[in-house]
Structures are given as C-alpha cells and as structure tokens.
C-alpha cells in the first residue's frame, strides 16, 4: 500500500516548456486534489476533482490544467511553464470531500 | 481574503514543556477543522480533527480546542518532543458548490522544540 505517489520528485523547466506531474493513488479514494505551496503561503489549491469524471478549479487555476485519468490518477499539466510557477506540488487524496486528505511526497518544480 | 488564519509564523518551546498552536477562522459555515503536520521535503500527515459540535478533541499528547464563539481554535502538544519540531497547518472544508469541498488551509505555524 504505497498511499499517494508522485512523479517526478525534482523538475527544472525553462521557461515555455511543458510537462505534465503525475499522481496516482492506491486507497480507492473518491476525491484528488493538487496544491501548490510557496514559502509563506501555506498550500493553495490549484484543481481538484471530487469524482471520476469531475475537475473543478480551486485557488489558483491559471496556467495550469488537469485530468482525472481514472480513479486512481489524477495528472496536472503546465502547457508553458512560467517562473512564477516555480513552487513544490502536492497531489492528495481523500475518502470523501470532507474527509481528511493523505498527501504524497511532492515535486519541486523550478521554472528558469 | 484568508478564512484561515496563523497569525504565528513560527514558535519555540523547550522540550517536555507545551507547544500550543493558534489559528483562527473567520468563515462563521466552518463546521470541522483540521491539523496537519509537514516535515520538510515529505507531504503533510493529517494529525487531528474537530467537529464543531465538540469543544475538544484529543488523542495522545495532541489536544484541539474549538472556541467558536470566538472563531479560534487551538493545538496543544503535552509534552513537546524533539520530533515534534515541523510546520502545522490548521485547515478547513470549505462548500464550493455541487456536493464539492475545497480544503482551506492557514499559512502555517512553524514549531522548534529545543531539546
């Protein structure tokens, strides 16, 4: 049972590029989400989806989209990375909306 | 506009002794809170939670109080440990439409313990 996993672990962009972060899930959870957090900040919400077949946006969408492959996969995609979206980024996971969220181990992203 | 709110970046406590973590909310439709913990470089682990129809909850040497009158809630760590030294975060669910929930989180509340 490896909970929430996230590849990669480390990514450098320059600016323009796009790349896609994976998140996958083993816990048969209903609910994903991606989050982004900067020093100060606390985490912010970028999408989540709160069922197969749902996306929603959160806090700060812009620039960013996502796909919820399957239950267990939920991905986010930078089409044209910018540096303003150099950040770390956690994908989670959760039984029901308001239930508590498992995190996975993030992906430290910077965009030169 | 935040709803959640750690007004303390950052604390100190000396080992044995009490760390108590502060946040507070503004969002009076609030009705169930949450802490994490986050040690640098993993995701957050979920710690503890309160409903509100509940003033404290407790589990181990970790204590939430909810005040609700006065939109506040506490963490209490009895007695602070060395490992206990990681950012909380205080957060909280909020409707956003359509059976869907977003997580609300506060800016965080980094704890030291010395040993």
């Known amino acids: 049972n490896a909970g929430v996993t996230q590849t990669p672990k480390f990514q450098v962009l320059k600016t323009g590029q796009s790349m896609t972060l994976q998140c996958a899930q083993d816990?048969?959870?209903?609910?994903m989400y991606w989050y982004r957090q900067d020093p100060g900040m606390g985490l912010r919400l970028i999408y989540y989806s709160a069922s197969e077949g749902t996306t929603d946006k959160g806090e700060v969408p812009n620039g960013y989209n996502v796909s919820r492959l399957n239950k267990r996969e939920f991905s986010l995609r930078l089409e044209s990375a910018a540096p303003s979206q150099t950040s770390v980024y956690f994908c989670a996971s959760s039984v029901r909306a308001t239930g508590e969220q498992y995190f996975g181990p993030g992906t430290r992203l910077t965009v030169t | 506009d935040q709803q959640v709110k750690q007004n303390s970046p950052s604390l100190s406590v000396q080992e044995g002794r009490i760390s108590i973590l502060n946040c507070d909310y503004t969002n009076s439709m609030f009705d169930y809170f949450l802490w994490y913990k986050k040690y640098p470089a993993e995701g957050p682990t979920f710690l503890i939670s309160?409903?509100?129809?509940?003033d404290k909850n407790e589990d181990g040497r970790f204590t939430v109080f909810l005040n609700k009158s006065a939109k506040h809630l506490s963490l209490h760590i009895v007695p602070s440990q060395p490992g206990d030294s990681a950012v909380y975060f205080c957060a909280a669910p909020l409707y956003s439409g359509a059976g869907s929930y977003q997580l609300t989180f506060g800016k965080g509340t980094k704890l030291s313990v010395i040993p």
């Open positions: 309160i409903s509100s129809i509940k």
């Open positions: 816990m048969n959870h209903n609910s």
